[in-house]
């Protein structure tokens, strides 16, 4: 069973500092990860997204790593902003060879809860 | 559209009432999804449209929940008979095709409440 699982549930951690959460998966055959941020009341909005030949992948302040081998990834936060706050969710794609993808074979960790401090 | 809008953005009704939700994708993109975020719960996959047809219904979680969508634009999730347990925050998401590597786009949800 494809299963994605994200640790810590929840972290605090004071404005300016980094933090690094973490997304374990095991998901077959592997398409592709995604991480994204969802602000409370509003949808998931894309970090990132890498394929098995991408182990690093930046935007802004996120830096999202992938280790395909091991099927880890991890999001680093540099510089924690108080509009980091927000849980971010840990999505892999399983490739579907049937329907072309076309259904993307998603499966969503449950996601860390962020909050930081001032 | 600029983003995907859903409509409304709360509903509360009554037990054993019909709720029909509504999601407008981004303007052109052609794959639309429907999915289910229960309090402390990853997102739950629901329903996929590539155009107006529907090739994975495989999350729709009883007989009581429909979709369809119409001239490859807005969709419309329709849940009978509404039970407690379908309490949920109810998100559509459109992305420019489908395919394992097009970014989702995410409406705001449609929170359902079930009295």
């Known amino acids: 069973k494809n299963q994605v699982e994200q640790s810590p549930q929840s972290l605090i951690i004071l404005e300016g500092k980094n933090c690094t959460l973490q997304c374990n998966y095991t998901v077959s055959p592997f398409s592709n990860l995604r991480w994204y941020k969802q602000d409370t009341g509003r949808g998931p909005v894309s970090l990132t997204i890498m394929t098995f030949s991408e182990n690093t992948k930046s935007n802004g302040r996120y830096t999202a790593t992938l280790d395909a081998d091991t099927k880890q990834s991890s999001l680093h936060i540099t510089a924690s902003q108080l509009s980091d706050s927000a849980s971010y969710i840990c999505v892999v794609s399983a490739w579907d060879m049937y329907s072309g993808g076309g259904a993307d074979g998603l499966t969503f960790g449950k996601g860390t809860h962020l909050i930081i401090q001032p | 559209g600029a983003g995907v809008s859903q409509s409304p953005s709360n509903k509360v009704t009554e037990k054993g009432k019909d709720v029909e939700l509504r999601c407008d994708p981004i303007?052109?993109?052609?794959?639309l999804y429907w999915y289910r975020q229960s309090l402390g719960q990853g997102l739950e996959f629901l329903i996929y449209f590539q155009g107006n047809s529907a090739p994975d219904k495989s999350g729709l979680p009883s007989d009581r929940f429909s979709a369809e969508r119409t001239g490859g634009s807005v969709s419309t999730l329709t849940i009978q008979r509404t039970q407690q347990e379908d309490s949920a925050v109810y998100l559509c998401a459109s992305s420019s095709m489908g395919g394992a590597k097009n970014i989702q786009y995410f409406g705001a949800g449609t929170r359902l409440s079930v009295l």
């Open positions: 303007s052109g993109h052609t794959a």
